[in-house]
C-alpha cells in the first residue's frame, strides 16, 4: 500500500478508499493547525465562574483550547464572595467578567422554590436553572457559541446528579448547550461537541465529591491560589438556615432588609416580636444604621458598655422589659441588679429599668 502526501494530511488513502473528512470539521482542524482563515472566528463561550477552583479549571481547559471565553459572575443576597480573589484570576487570563447580580427574583425562588431545598434551605436547582436563563440571555448578547461551567458529575448530591443537570438546562432553554468539560466524558455529547467547536477527547471524566483529581489537575495547569470549595452560599450554612426558616414561618415574606438582619447579631422571638442583639462594636453600628433608616426602636444599657438590640415587633409592655432584660444580660452591667436601659425610637428616648435576664430563662427565647 502506498501512502499519498498533502499539505495537510486531509487526504487519507488506506485500502485504496479515499476517506474525505467533514467540511465542518476541516476548517476546524485548519484553524487548530494555525490557519490563517480570516473568514472564520475562534469559537465563543460564556462561562459561569464562581471563583471556585472547579469553574476556574473549566475556563483554562477552554483557553488552552483556544476558545475565546468571556465570563459570567453571579452574585445573591446570600452570596459569600470574594471579588478580590475572582478580579485577580480574571485580569491573569485576560478574561472579562460580567457581573449579574439575583435580587428579587431570586428572593421569590428562596420563599418558595418549585424544586424544593437542598440540605438546608438552598434552592440548588432552581437558582441554577435562574443563572442558565439569565446567562442564555448575555450569551446571545455577546455572540457566545455555548456556554461552559466546572460542574462536575455527581459533587452535589441535590443539584449536580446527571438528571439533575440535564433536567437545568432543559428548562432554562439550553438543552444541550451547555458543556461540563471536567465530566463531559461521562454525559451526553454536547452541542459545540457535535459541531467540533471543541474537541471531545480532550475533556475529562471526574466525577464524586473528592477533589483530588481537581487539585491534581490545577498543579499541573499552574494554579496555585483558588477558594475552599466550602462557604460560599450562606442558605447551605445550617445556623443561617434554622434563622431564615424560623423567619418565613412568622413573617411570610422576605426582603433585602430581612436578609441583611438575618446575617448580623444574636436572634431571639418572644411570642411575635423578634429581637436582634449585637455581638460586637461592628454589628452595633450596623443594627444602628438598619434601625434609624427603617424606624425600628432599639435598645441600650445607660450606664454600662453594651450590645445595641432592635426591637421588631409589637411594642406591649412585658415584652419590652423582656428585650431590656435580654439586652442587660449582654452588657458588662452586673448581675441581679436593676440597671437603665434606653429605649430609642424616631430621635425619643424612654427609659426603663431592669435587671438581666437569666440564662435558662433565655435560651427558650433563641432562635
Not at 428562596?110 to 446567562?135: E, T, W
Request: with cysteine; net charge positive; aromatic share 6%.
Amino acid at each position: 500500500m502506498r501512502s499519498l502526501k498533502c499539505d495537510h494530511n486531509f487526504v487519507i488513502i488506506r485500502s485504496r478508499e479515499i476517506i474525505l473528512l467533514s467540511v465542518e470539521r476541516w476548517v476546524v482542524m485548519l484553524t487548530r493547525e494555525g490557519s490563517s482563515d480570516a473568514g472564520r472566528r475562534r469559537p465563543k463561550a460564556l462561562a459561569l465562574l464562581s471563583g471556585g477552583l472547579d469553574s476556574m479549571l473549566a475556563v483554562r481547559l477552554l483557553l488552552d483550547e483556544g476558545i475565546d471565553v468571556e465570563a459570567v459572575n453571579f452574585s445573591t443576597p446570600f452570596c459569600l464572595c470574594n471579588r478580590c480573589f475572582l478580579r485577580g484570576f480574571a485580569e491573569k487570563l485576560n478574561i472579562k467578567v460580567h457581573r449579574v447580580f439575583l435580587g428579587e427574583e431570586f428572593l421569590k425562588i428562596v420563599m418558595d422554590p418549585p424544586h424544593g431545598y437542598g440540605s438546608q434551605m438552598n434552592p440548588c436547582i432552581d437558582c441554577r436553572i435562574l443563572m442558565f436563563k439569565k446567562a442564555k440571555e448575555l450569551a446571545e448578547k455577546i455572540g457566545a457559541d455555548f456556554i461552559v461551567t466546572g460542574e462536575v458529575l455527581n459533587e452535589r448530591p441535590f443539584s449536580q446528579r446527571r438528571e439533575a443537570m440535564l433536567h437545568i438546562e432543559k428548562e432554562a432553554g439550553l438543552e444541550g448547550k451547555v458543556l461540563r468539560p471536567l465530566s463531559a466524558k461521562l454525559l451526553p455529547e454536547s452541542e459545540p461537541e457535535r459541531r467540533g467547536l471543541v474537541n471531545r477527547d480532550r475533556l475529562l471524566s471526574i466525577k464524586g465529591r473528592r477533589r483530588l483529581p481537581q487539585m491534581q489537575l490545577a498543579r499541573k495547569l499552574g494554579i496555585r491560589d483558588y477558594l475552599c470549595p466550602a462557604g460560599g452560599c450562606l442558605l447551605t450554612d445550617p445556623r443561617f438556615a434554622e434563622r431564615l426558616r424560623e423567619h418565613l414561618k412568622h413573617e411570610r415574606d422576605l426582603t433585602f432588609e430581612d436578609v441583611s438582619l438575618l446575617k448580623i447579631g444574636r436572634h431571639f422571638r418572644l411570642g411575635t416580636v423578634k429581637i436582634i442583639v449585637g455581638r460586637n462594636e461592628d454589628e452595633n453600628k450596623k443594627l444602628t444604621a438598619i434601625a434609624k433608616v427603617l424606624g425600628i426602636p432599639r435598645l441600650e444599657v445607660a450606664e454600662h458598655p453594651g450590645p445595641v438590640t432592635l426591637y421588631i415587633g409589637e411594642e406591649k409592655t412585658d415584652l419590652v422589659e423582656k428585650a431590656s432584660a435580654i439586652t442587660v444580660r449582654y452588657s458588662d452591667a452586673p448581675r441581679n441588679v436593676p440597671v437603665k436601659v434606653i429605649l430609642k425610637r424616631d430621635g425619643k428616648e424612654k427609659v426603663l429599668e431592669t435587671s438581666a435576664m437569666r440564662d435558662e430563662e433565655l435560651e427558650a427565647f433563641r432562635i
